[in-house]
């Protein structure tokens, strides 16, 4: 049968196969009585109902701006929308937008962060380009990196984020093997990096840039500022971005979400960036699905217009600072008799990054994972996935997978699933050691 | 000034310059007087507040169903609603999925139809790798094969669509140069093309599955079916699709849209394919955004379930059908006395193709295209853009890129816009006849 003959699939198809995340909401169908620590979804009983509600009907309310909600909307996204973000960012950043030196044309909107990292991704890297990131590292931009089959290169860090020292010396490394022209990007989750649930310290937010600028030697070298969880911030100084820090606007680009401080069912993230990066997103954007629900920006826009945005957060701020500390309890009680274990405290984000004795590995295939999964009923996110390997470094040159760690989130359980779920895998680690 | 270095781009992000979509829009904002015949929008006074409130209310009546809507959803698309589709589908071909040979599973929901055919091209297409389009065809298609890098065929149409012996004779010739291993895909727009209005005859979607299986001798050749239009019909015959004739399932890759149908803003569209094929758009979009706005599919769910939606389409054919009417009259009245001018009459769709004599070209750079625009106060789309150039071929082997025809949409202005627009427009070509 000629119908039967194999469909050969473009190059870079194969390097996006078998991703972790697949994986992972995988053994979540095929087990429904697992209680999930590693489910990435936020806490389902604080979701704005009745705000997008009111949002809605707002907007309802007036058939000229229901229609244009329901008709196309730009590339870039809603302009009004976009004059909301430039006042949300003056809040955030506590400066004006001219002192950060950014205007409504540095913005586009985008289905989620994940799309503006993504469409970064796609603009600004050929395969074998080198983007840095933190050891470890979001596993699901470590997926959008290997997709584009960029060569990805990971940093130590220690519990101020990520180590200056370290990524200088990288880019020596790089430099003395004749690469550093190939070193596009400077990936950083600085606020409660998922997984760790670090901070990058403010002198580091300063130094970076430098540092990128310093090695910018044949090409920019970019920074790319990942601040998704900057909002759920429980305890512990807020930090301006390393954004707030890029005096001339030319060397970072910052993207956030509304999904994990309002409602990731609306998928509306965005990104600032120097105008011929914006150029770069929007054309691709064009041809890849010319601009993400308008429904879901002006609802959005009205929820920001009218400062329900707000009340919401500082509900939210509440109610995730009492998930973590009762994670934190359940760890204090169920692990710390436990030679060997310990964890970071994070001052803000969804995550508690555990790390055991360096003896028991954690990955999918590990003995502890099938326990915890198949015997205790309980699922995390090992830690190995959040790290990367560089094929063309040699094991001295770069900063080791680490196995032994596990993430945990407070963000979808509610008290009673994260005491249970604490004490489940304690079950699971005992047996281990 | 070391932050000033240069940014290196991507290799790919040279090939989505400068994309004639912007070009309009550009034109479109600089010109706010000029009444457009060009732009993409839907109709404005027919888009379904109503329905889309009662759908909205129905949803979040329920905290559990609007909870669902705010939260994440998965990258293939919210299952209900992939269930419905699955019924709609079975409704417009009137046959059961069995009979179709699709489940759920075939089935991806995507950011309008748009990201399926951005997803489809990055999942199959290396560069240089080829695509067969009809002469002429949507666009914006164009766009998204230029950005992959893609070589772009034109194949001959007439009355019912692209020649199926044209179509035999460029696979025979890419054949007698050693390119037919490098044929993945023959794009077709089956009904009330985006441009031309025409349709492909019934006989020939049962040939042109023949032909690409015939010819798939070293790989697969996928037949990409786009009926963005089909629900848009005003009379003529309805025919089913192309897909309801591949009887082994392992050809054609159908996608829809409910941006024309029902509402743009909402952004949802899907494709059908077979389930290696779901599986690559899968692994690719769960990097790229991890799943489409989860709220608009519920609403969109809910129109589909309570029917609503088809009282909806039903109204809309109406409307649509009455501003066809007055744009085929308006032709009449002021382009049928001008030598060698001709369009047809689309049975559907949202445009009206219009041939001007052949020395009249009607490019963005043409004097008739400047005088309708700044003198006329008009906006057409210059046909040339829907034809596409390769520059391996040479000139006799291809269909050529045609100069001389207008695409005119009746979708975004009311009746009074319409017959203005179509009478400046006749002033602007009579100055050249």
Redesign the interface.
């Given at each position: 049968?000629?119908?039967?003959?194999?469909?050969?699939?473009?190059?870079?198809?194969s390097w996006?196969?078998d991703?972790p995340?697949?994986f992972l909401?995988q053994q979540g169908v095929e087990n429904p009585d697992v209680l999930s620590l590693a489910a990435?979804?936020?806490d389902?009983n604080s979701?704005?109902?009745e705000i997008?509600?009111k949002s809605?009907e707002h907007l309802?309310s007036n058939?000229q701006s229901?229609?244009?909600?329901?008709?196309?909307?730009?590339t870039a996204g809603s302009l009004p929308l976009r004059s909301l973000l430039l006042s949300h960012l003056e809040t955030l950043e506590q400066k004006s937008a001219e002192e950060l030196g950014i205007t409504e044309d540095n913005i586009i909107v985008?289905?989620?962060s994940?799309?503006y990292l993504?469409l970064l991704g796609?603009?600004?890297?050929?395969p074998e380009?080198i983007c840095l990131v933190a050891a470890p590292t979001y596993f699901?931009f470590l997926?959008?990196l290997q997709?584009l089959g960029a060569r990805i290169i990971s940093v130590e860090t220690d519990e101020s984020g990520m180590r200056m020292d370290s990524l200088e010396a990288t880019l020596a490394m790089l430099e003395s093997q004749g690469q550093l022209?190939r070193v596009?990007l400077i990936y950083l989750v600085s606020d409660y990096e998922n997984p760790s649930g670090l901070s990058l310290s403010q002198d580091r937010r300063q130094q970076v840039i430098q540092i990128?600028?310093?090695w910018?030697?044949?090409?920019?070298i970019?920074i790319l500022e990942d601040l998704a969880y900057r909002e759920l911030c429980y305890d512990g100084p807020v930090v301006p971005s390393i954004k707030s820090f890029d005096s001339?606007g030319?060397?970072v680009i910052l993207t956030q979400t509304f999904?994990k401080s309002f409602?990731?069912?609306?998928?509306v993230g965005f990104g600032v960036a120097?105008v011929?990066?914006c150029a770069?997103i929007?054309?691709?954007k064009?041809?890849?699905?010319?601009?993400?629900?308008?429904?879901?920006q002006?609802?959005l826009a009205t929820a920001l217009h009218q400062n329900w945005y707000y009340d919401h957060v500082d509900n939210l701020r509440a109610v995730y600072r009492e998930k973590r500390d009762c994670m934190l309890q359940a760890a204090d009680r169920h692990f710390s008799k436990l030679p060997g274990v310990h964890w970071v405290h994070p001052n803000g984000g969804l995550y508690v990054w555990m790390t055991l004795p360096e003896t028991i590995e954690t990955g999918f295939s590990s003995p502890l994972f099938q326990t915890a999964i198949h015997e205790e009923k309980v699922m995390y996110v090992p830690g190995e996935l959040c790290y990367a390997i560089d094929q063309g470094l040699s094991g001295t040159e770069q900063s080791p997978v680490q196995k032994n760690h596990m993430r945990l989130t407070f963000g979808v359980q509610n008290l009673e699933g994260i005491q249970e779920g604490m004490k489940r895998l304690a079950n699971a680690v005992k047996s281990f050691i």
């Open positions: 049968m000629s119908d039967n003959k194999k469909i050969h699939f473009s190059t870079k198809r996006s196969h991703l995340i697949s909401m990435g979804l936020v389902q979701l704005p109902v997008t509600k809605f309802f058939q229901a229609k244009e909600a329901l008709q196309y909307g730009t985008t289905t989620g994940q799309q993504s796609e603009v600004l890297l050929d380009d699901v997926g959008v997709g022209n596009k990128a600028q310093n910018s030697k044949q090409q920019r970019l001339t030319e060397t999904s409602s990731p069912g609306l998928r120097p011929e990066v770069a929007q054309d691709k064009g041809n890849d699905d010319f601009g993400s629900t308008n429904m879901s002006h609802i």
